[in-house]
């Protein structure tokens, strides 16, 4: 967020917070990245950008984000302008397009770069700023074509102004990596706003600390005279929640929201760390849970199933079919009460089903992954028939293997998760120690649907309320 205050009988002044926030509406580089935790105020810098701008009639800005449902999420970038360009007598648009426009003509638009080859639709347009709202969900081939039509014919400097959240696995993340302490993955603080300048050779971007070093790179202009290439400047600043006051003050319990989050996540979104990935051990650790020997009374449980179909073999070393039985207690904590895993074949898999929900009972409900396409429909058209008279469905996938592994991971390393003592117990602690660098991830995605399955229909619970 960024400030606006009004004072008795005076007009409102829209200013950034000091900080950051204020070093990245105050650089003078071509491209200005403003990166790192989560909360740091930089949709609302993003937004304030093209203010300075808009009493010219032929100013133009494109706000873009990968896909236009993430433009008009619940405070996302046309919420958020919502509260800003109305106190500047702009007048919204939001079909066909969104689009804000100031009193003197100058326009602000929001736009998708869903495709690759969505980049296309802006073939020939001049932008005078263009702003990029997470950069690293972008491509770098989408980024470095939008870099073309950053053009002007209006009197303001093209220039590009982004901001991200840390990705280590991003394009983003190589291209910045000189603000980056490469061993610890945090923010080379004395680094922040300083301006580096590069040039790009095809796919190679080649850095120089100044103009000058880059001059003995050329090309030929249009009568075909070597000259040096412009180079463009570029720098990166990086944003912490204890920046944002604003945010702090309203809403003091976003701080404990982020320390919530699993370890990978928060140390990405509350530290701002540009190398951590997920890795073993990270993401589980069997310390994390309490053994308990009898299950709490008032369990409400879920058995969450990962499918395959390979018997092992020698030399054959397949994923297992695994299922995970997770209950939720009165007190809101949870308990794995019990994991099966083994391999077989479509027949044997269906048997170890049918004899698992007779084991657990009626009142465990079932959750299946269904396979896209028509092999995955019939599959689980029989399996639901197998188990009439059970509470099963199936669905969807949904996101990828980490990021539906988290919410158990969160919850176990708050200390919420009990498991039930029993033989199993080793096998599959082991299993998720390992997740996401082991060769097999059955039992942790097991796990995930059990765990995932509950949350949802709990949610569906309290919506019938």
């Not at 394009?171 to 061993?183: L, M, N, R």
């Not at 701002?272 to 990270?282: D, E, M, S, T, V």
């Not at 309490?290 to 879920?302: E, K, L, N, S």
Request: glycine share 10%.
């Amino acid at each position: 967020m960024g400030e606006i205050e009004q004072g008795q009988g005076a007009p409102k002044v829209i200013r950034p917070q000091p900080g950051p926030q204020t070093q990245f509406l105050s650089s003078a580089a071509d491209i200005a990245i403003y990166g790192g935790a989560a909360g740091g105020g930089k949709t609302w810098a993003l937004l304030m950008e093209p203010l300075r701008h808009i009493a010219n009639p032929g100013f133009g800005a494109v706000f873009f984000r990968r896909n236009l449902t993430q433009v008009r999420n619940e405070g996302g970038l046309w919420d958020e302008s919502e509260k800003l360009y109305p106190l500047l007598q702009a007048d919204p648009r939001s079909a066909p397009d969104m689009s804000w426009t100031f009193p003197s003509g100058a326009s602000v638009s929001f736009a998708h770069l869903e495709h690759e080859k969505t980049v296309l639709n802006w073939q020939g347009s001049q932008i005078p700023l263009e702003c990029f709202d997470e950069l690293t969900h972008f491509t770098a081939k989408q980024f470095w074509y939008m870099v073309s039509r950053n053009r002007s014919m209006c009197g303001v400097r093209p220039y590009i102004r982004a901001t991200c959240n840390p990705d280590a696995d991003s394009w983003v993340a190589e291209f910045i990596a000189w603000w980056i302490d490469q061993d610890t993955g945090l923010p080379i603080l004395e680094r922040a706003g300083v301006l580096r300048f590069f040039i790009r050779i095809g796919d190679k971007i080649i850095w120089g600390s100044s103009p000058e070093e880059l001059t003995s790179y050329t090309a030929p202009d249009e009568s075909g005279v070597e000259r040096p290439i412009p180079p463009k400047s570029v720098t990166f600043i990086p944003a912490r929640l204890s920046d944002n006051k604003a945010l702090m003050a309203a809403d003091p319990g976003y701080l404990a929201n982020l320390m919530s989050l699993p370890t990978v996540e928060r140390e990405r979104l509350l530290g701002g760390n540009w190398k951590i990935r997920p890795a073993a051990g990270l993401l589980f650790q069997r310390g994390w849970c309490q053994i308990v020997d009898a299950v709490p009374a008032g369990v409400r449980w879920m058995r969450g199933w990962d499918l395959a179909a390979t018997p092992k073999t020698e030399g054959n070393d397949p994923d297992g079919t695994a299922g995970t039985k997770i209950g939720k207690l009165p007190d809101g904590r949870y308990i794995v009460g019990h994991h099966v895993k083994s391999f077989l074949s479509p027949n044997g898999v269906e048997t170890l089903i049918k004899n698992t929900a007779e084991q657990d009972g009626r009142e465990t409900e079932i959750s299946l992954p269904q396979d896209p396409g028509q092999a995955g429909k019939s599959q689980v058209t029989n399996l639901i028939k197998l188990l009439s008279g059970y509470v099963a469905r199936a669905t969807l996938e949904s996101g990828d293997k980490v990021t539906r592994f988290s919410p158990f991971s969160a919850q176990a390393e708050a200390g919420n998760v009990l498991v039930l003592r029993g033989p199993w117990n080793d096998d599959w602690f082991t299993a998720l120690e390992g997740f996401p660098e082991a060769t097999h991830d059955d039992d942790a995605d097991s796990t995930s649907r059990a765990f995932n399955a509950l949350m949802t229909q709990a949610m569906m619970n309290l919506d019938n309320l």
